[in-house]
């Protein structure tokens, strides 16, 4: 169990252009998250998937962000024409399969996140 | 919709004093609660959850909370700072449905400890 790895760590970009983030998550681990991270404060979520199927999605997810689970194993977040408001940490986090002890709740394990830098 | 408030932005303590950070929620039904710590750089890691039953948990690297209902309130708590504690701490409630589970955090409380 290596946890969940992001790539890259750190992204400088110029407005304007696209990126792409990827995470691979534990391994098994059947639910995928991403959240946005901007400087002060806490996480805010962006999506979901659980296996390949997408199932919610936030409101801060425009138009100009899409984010794939072809396999339902890694996932990749794209972002086109990047703002300076894209600016802040993406952070992706797994959860092991549904477990009926824990009463539907899920623990989710995130990883180091990729810090994006939109000049 | 829920939140979550963390009252306090910096708290600054001594190493081997005692550590209490405030969390309160707004959710409408019985909520999952979580506490996480971030060091610079670095992910996100859980110290402890709350889902039912005993309303003291106890995490890992020394850390509590207790859940009080009444207060709306999980407070984190450390008898004993030590400085490798200082980092910034997350209090998270989980929204889980059976197709859908996402976490909503607070602001985050950053702790310096001074030596």
């Known amino acids: 169990d290596t946890g969940v790895s992001q790539d890259p760590r750190h992204k400088i970009t110029k407005r304007g252009q696209n990126v792409t983030f990827r995470c691979d998550p534990i391994?098994?681990?059947?639910?995928l998250y991403w959240y946005r991270q901007t400087l002060g404060q806490g996480p805010e979520f962006l999506t979901y998937f659980q296996n390949e199927a997408q199932l919610e999605k936030s409101r801060l997810l425009s138009d100009r962000f899409s984010a794939e689970r072809p396999k339902g194993s890694f996932s990749t977040l794209e972002i086109q024409r990047t703002e300076q408001g894209d600016s802040a940490m993406y952070l992706c986090?797994?959860?092991?399969?549904?477990?009926?002890?824990?009463?539907?709740?899920?623990?989710?394990?995130f990883g180091a996140g990729t810090r994006l830098s939109v000049l | 919709a829920q939140s979550v408030t963390q009252p306090d932005i910096h708290i600054t303590v001594s190493e081997g004093a005692s550590l209490e950070l405030r969390c309160n929620y707004s959710?409408?039904?019985?909520?999952?609660l979580f506490w996480y710590v971030q060091s610079p750089g670095q992910g996100l890691q859980l110290l402890l959850k709350?889902?039912?039953?005993?309303?003291l948990v106890q995490g890992i690297k020394g850390f509590e909370a207790e859940f009080k209902r009444s207060q709306s309130s999980f407070n984190l708590r450390k008898p004993s700072v030590h400085w490798s504690d200082a980092a910034e701490y997350f209090c998270a409630v989980g929204i889980f449905k059976a197709a859908g589970n996402k976490l909503t955090f607070g602001g985050g409380t950053r702790v310096l400890v001074k030596p």
């Open positions: 959710y409408g039904a019985t909520p999952y």
């Open positions: 709350y889902f039912s039953g005993d309303t």
């Open positions: 391994s098994e681990h059947n639910r």
């Open positions: 986090a797994s959860s092991p399969v549904f477990l009926r002890t824990s009463g539907g709740a899920d623990i989710q394990y």
